[in-house]
């Protein structure tokens, strides 16, 4: 099945410590993104990716670090989480630039940071 | 900065009413528009695209796009209780990323 997976679902840390949420595609789609998505807020782009080893801000990247190591994988890495990081997290993939093929959406990881 | 505009709602709607969507975008260079519906707690589902000016049907839903007015809009027909969901409005232009609106409630009472 074509998927986009998230994991974990739930997580809930303590403020600084570093945590990865990990996102996996099995659609050889070359663009994947990261969305946070807050009540009042919408969903706003954390980073984004063109293709491996190709990576670049979104318009909330501040707090977040993303590595394009391979075609599939796209972690995002909160090195030192802080409570204003509570949120919905959405890895999103493409075929290749979302404006003409839309997104896949994961399934969401809903992060609490205490 | 693109921006999407959608009201925010709830749009009430009676079961079997048709539902009309709607969303304004800034940039008159966008290409393509996107419909997603997203129910609480859930990731968003793509469920229309379109662009071209003009209509597109697929099922109940027609998507229309009117890029002189930059105004997209989603008409459902017939609309369900399982209709009720956030629908977001995005659209992108060229290789690049897609912008969201903040999404419009929809509910519909049975």
């Known amino acids: 099945e074509a998927q986009v997976t998230q994991n974990p679902r739930y997580l809930i840390t303590v403020t600084g410590k570093k945590l990865t949420v990990t996102c996996s595609q099995n659609m050889n789609h070359e663009y994947m993104s990261w969305y946070r998505q807050d009540p009042g807020l919408g969903l706003r782009q954390i980073y984004y990716s063109m293709n491996v080893e190709v990576t670049d801000k979104g318009d909330v990247p501040e707090g977040y670090k993303v590595s394009r190591k391979e075609k599939r994988n796209f972690p995002l890495i909160l090195e030192s989480p802080s409570p204003n990081q509570t949120s919905l997290y959405f890895c999103a993939s493409s075929l290749k630039g979302g404006a003409n093929y839309g997104y896949t959406f994961g399934s969401g990881t809903r992060l609490t940071v205490v | 900065q693109k921006e999407v505009e959608q009201n925010s709602g709830p749009l009430s709607v009676p079961e079997g009413a048709i539902a009309s969507l709607n969303c304004t975008y800034s940039?008159?260079?966008?290409?393509?528009f996107f419909w997603y519906r997203q129910y609480s707690g859930k990731s968003p589902e793509l469920i229309m695209f379109?662009?071209?000016?003009g209509d597109k049907e697929d099922g109940r839903f027609t998507a229309q796009l009117n890029k002189a007015s930059q105004y997209v809009s989603l008409l459902i027909r017939d609309s369900q209780p399982s209709d009720s969901a956030t629908y977001l409005c995005?659209?992108?232009?060229?290789?690049?990323?897609?912008?969201f609106g903040k999404g419009t409630m929809l509910l519909v009472s049975p």
């Open positions: 940039d008159r260079g966008s290409q393509s």
């Open positions: 995005a659209e992108g232009g060229g290789y690049s990323t897609l912008t």
């Open positions: 379109i662009y071209s000016n």
